[in-house]
């Protein structure tokens, strides 16, 4: 069984595709998604996805691109409130991004209409969501671009979940990684990180501890090379690729051969760090 540890199946772009995409999820043997949820306005459609698919597990968080949409302060109450509603749920997107403050485009067409909250503004909402989720014992998926020292620095002058928590489509140093391991991290592989020029992020997951790892989509983001892919979704408005969350076998596969294993080794393993990070199912 396959595990996507992250992924966001509730895009605009995805729906047209639900009944397809769970087709390929049960014949790919796609035991669970995390589905995380980005800002208020996206939970409920979250949090419908997991009652209308059992492969779903949903996470609610506040992504760093979304902190300058929160309307009011109210945003951490509704969180607070849905948690304990859905006790099986996780935290996240969350986390701090340095790129859309010094590398991104101004015209790049995911960030129109965007509020670009700086650095210290991210932090405010970032740290409350972490510190339920260490109140909590809940899982934290963790977004992270060019922005590591500052998290590291915040992970380890904070509480963090004693089960753990995930930096998914981990592309930071990979000396950093047996110091976040040892605070708790795991780290999820990208298939898009199979492109050729990725060699950084490639040796880096050469280095993570076997039970560390685990595997992602970020589905619609993130796809992967083409000769990697194997599903297919017509592309967005703007003509970029949207990536199947089918291609997780890919990911798997891609990630095998880094690591000079077989794929069902490599599935035994990722299954036992999924389970004890975000539990089994209901």
Same mark, same amino acid.
């Given at each position: 069984?396959?595990?996507?540890?992250?992924?966001?199946?509730?895009?605009?772009?995805?729906?047209? +595709?639900? /009944?397809?995409?769970? =087709? @390929?999820? $049960?014949? !790919?043997?796609?035991?669970?998604? &995390?589905?995380?949820?980005? +800002?208020? /306005?996206?939970?409920? =459609? @979250?949090? $419908?996805? !997991?009652?209308?698919?059992?492969? &779903?597990?949903?996470?609610?968080?506040?992504?760093?691109?979304?902190?300058?949409?929160?309307?009011?302060?109210?945003?951490?109450?509704?969180?607070?409130?849905?948690?304990?509603?859905?006790?099986?749920?996780?935290?996240?997107?969350?986390?701090?991004?340095?790129?859309?403050?010094?590398?991104?485009?101004?015209?790049?067409?995911?960030?129109?209409?965007?509020?670009?909250?700086?650095?210290?503004?991210?932090?405010?909402?970032?740290?409350?969501?972490?510190?339920?989720?260490?109140?909590?014992?809940?899982?934290?998926?963790?977004?992270?671009?060019?922005?590591?020292?500052?998290?590291?620095?915040?992970?380890?002058?904070?509480?963090?979940?004693?089960?753990?928590?995930?930096?998914?489509?981990?592309?930071?140093?990979?000396?950093?990684?047996?110091?976040?391991?040892?605070?708790?991290?795991?780290?999820?592989?990208?298939?898009?990180?199979?492109?050729?020029?990725?060699?950084?992020?490639?040796?880096?997951?050469?280095?993570?501890?076997?039970?560390?790892?685990?595997?992602?989509?970020?589905?619609?983001?993130?796809?992967?090379?083409?000769?990697?892919?194997?599903?297919?979704?017509?592309?967005?408005?703007?003509?970029?690729?949207?990536?199947?969350?089918?291609?997780?076998?890919?990911?798997?596969?891609?990630?095998?051969?880094?690591?000079?294993?077989?794929?069902?080794?490599?599935?035994?393993?990722?299954?036992?760090?999924?389970?004890?990070?975000?539990?089994?199912?209901?």
């Amino acid at each position: 069984m396959l595990h996507d540890a992250h992924n966001h199946l509730q895009d605009e772009w995805l729906t047209p +595709h639900l /009944d397809r995409i769970a =087709r @390929v999820a $049960a014949d !790919a043997r796609i035991a669970d998604m &995390v589905v995380n949820g980005t +800002h208020p /306005d996206d939970w409920p =459609r @979250v949090e $419908a996805l !997991a009652t209308r698919f059992s492969f &779903v597990r949903p996470a609610y968080g506040v992504h760093p691109w979304d902190v300058g949409r929160l309307r009011d302060d109210t945003w951490l109450g509704q969180l607070e409130s849905r948690l304990a509603t859905h006790p099986s749920a996780s935290i996240g997107e969350i986390g701090l991004d340095r790129w859309i403050l010094d590398s991104a485009r101004p015209d790049d067409p995911r960030l129109t209409g965007v509020r670009r909250a700086p650095l210290d503004e991210q932090a405010t909402v970032f740290l409350p969501q972490l510190a339920l989720g260490a109140k909590l014992n809940l899982p934290v998926t963790i977004h992270c671009l060019q922005a590591w020292s500052a998290l590291d620095e915040l992970l380890h002058a904070h509480p963090v979940p004693a089960r753990g928590f995930l930096l998914h489509a981990y592309g930071g140093p990979a000396e950093l990684v047996p110091k976040l391991a040892k605070l708790g991290a795991y780290f999820s592989f990208n298939g898009y990180f199979l492109d050729p020029r990725k060699t950084k992020q490639q040796d880096t997951f050469t280095l993570i501890p076997a039970d560390r790892l685990l595997v992602e989509t970020d589905a619609p983001a993130m796809p992967l090379p083409q000769p990697w892919r194997t599903h297919k979704l017509p592309p967005a408005p703007d003509g970029s690729a949207v990536n199947h969350p089918g291609n997780l076998d890919a990911a798997y596969a891609g990630l095998a051969s880094l690591r000079g294993m077989p794929v069902t080794e490599l599935a035994a393993q990722v299954t036992a760090n999924f389970v004890r990070l975000f539990g089994r199912k209901d």
